[in-house]
């Protein structure tokens, strides 16, 4: 698949306020500071598409960005820490919630994670979730490239066979770097095949 246009269309509080068209949506979570602005970025070939940040947290409302005038990528706020007031924390919480488990527009959520850190409790909570609630989704490590190929294929295969404990199917999984744009095609054709089996 080739994006030949990405632009962004709405910034939302709630869903009731997200588009209201029926075109489908691949929505891009992680907890923060694990790089997703700059995967959207390189995704869509577009540098300053979603704003990148210095200071975690940053998203703090549902944006839509309208691919190709076909399908909405939607990047949704971090999960877990952030300099945030415990208010701020639990609205952001009950509105990713209700975006993931009601938007019927959403296909498929990818979540990402940091390659170099093990397991996390957090990230492990969410996914099992995911599966508790039968939300399609896909697991995108990032950073490869701060660890090397082999160490981040190695680190990603670890990860996910851990999930096996409660797992019997795993969830596909993809590694990418957005520095040096591994992962990029594969992600996109991993979209491309939904998309065509949906459009």
Request: neutral net charge.
């Amino acid at each position: 698949m080739e994006i030949k246009k990405a632009e962004f269309l709405i910034s939302s509080p709630t869903i009731d306020k997200c588009p209201k068209d029926n075109r489908i949506e691949y929505a891009f979570i992680g907890r923060s500071n694990v790089g997703k602005s700059s995967l959207i970025n390189m995704l869509c070939n577009h540098k300053g598409l979603s704003k990148t940040s210095s200071t975690p947290g940053k998203t703090l409302l549902i944006n839509h960005f309208l691919i190709n005038d076909e399908w909405y990528l939607v990047d949704l706020p971090g999960y877990g820490f952030a300099k945030r007031s415990k208010k701020v924390q639990a609205d952001i919480e009950k509105m990713i919630n209700t975006y993931i488990l009601q938007r019927e527009q959403l296909v498929n959520l990818f979540v990402l994670i940091d390659v170099r850190h093990e397991q996390q409790k957090i990230d492990r909570a969410f996914i099992d979730w995911l599966g508790e609630n039968e939300i399609p989704f896909t697991i995108v490590f990032t950073k490869a490239d701060k660890l090397g190929t082999v160490k981040a294929k190695a680190n990603a295969a670890q990860w996910m066979e851990q999930l096996r404990d409660a797992w019997e199917e795993l969830p596909p999984y993809f590694i990418t770097s957005s520095e040096k744009r591994t992962g990029r095609e594969e992600l996109l054709a991993y979209i491309d095949e939904i998309n065509q089996s949906l459009l």
